[in-house]
């Protein structure tokens, strides 16, 4: 089986300890995105749409990056640290898989805390190469 680390495309923030995607065969693992752009700046603080919009952007990228795609995620995990974003992240996730033409399926969890005190969300990705 193919095995393939996918650290720090251009376009997303550079990771320290883990790599962006990891791919194996025909399958993308992409790690938990945040609202940070390119730069490492956090985007949207205390905004969890623009946190969403953010982190679907750096998914994009990433996908791109690895050979996929949004029209080929199957399966996303949502973690928030509050009940109250959960219309802002269905917002967003409807605007951006809008031209799909699907949802993938989704796993949702509130949590206490992410790595950052500002992150308000986290979304990680499965999705399907070539």
Not at 79 to 101: E, H, K, Q, W
Request: proline share 5%.
């Amino acid at each position: 089986m193919e095995f393939e680390i996918i650290q720090n495309p251009a376009g997303v923030h550079a990771t320290k300890g883990y790599a962006h995607a990891a791919r194996m065969g025909d399958i993308l693992f992409v790690s938990g995105q945040v609202a940070q752009n390119a730069q490492g700046e956090i985007v949207g603080r205390g905004d969890p749409e623009a946190q969403v919009e953010q982190i679907f952007k750096n998914m994009q990228v990433v996908l791109a990056a690895s050979g996929s795609s949004l029209e080929r995620v199957g399966k996303i995990n949502i973690l928030s640290t509050s009940m109250d974003y959960l219309p802002a992240i269905r917002a967003v996730r409807d605007r951006v898989f809008a031209p799909v033409g699907h949802v993938p399926a989704s796993t949702l969890a509130i949590i206490s805390s992410l790595a950052h005190p500002d992150y308000l969300v986290e979304i990680e990705a499965i999705a399907a190469i070539g």
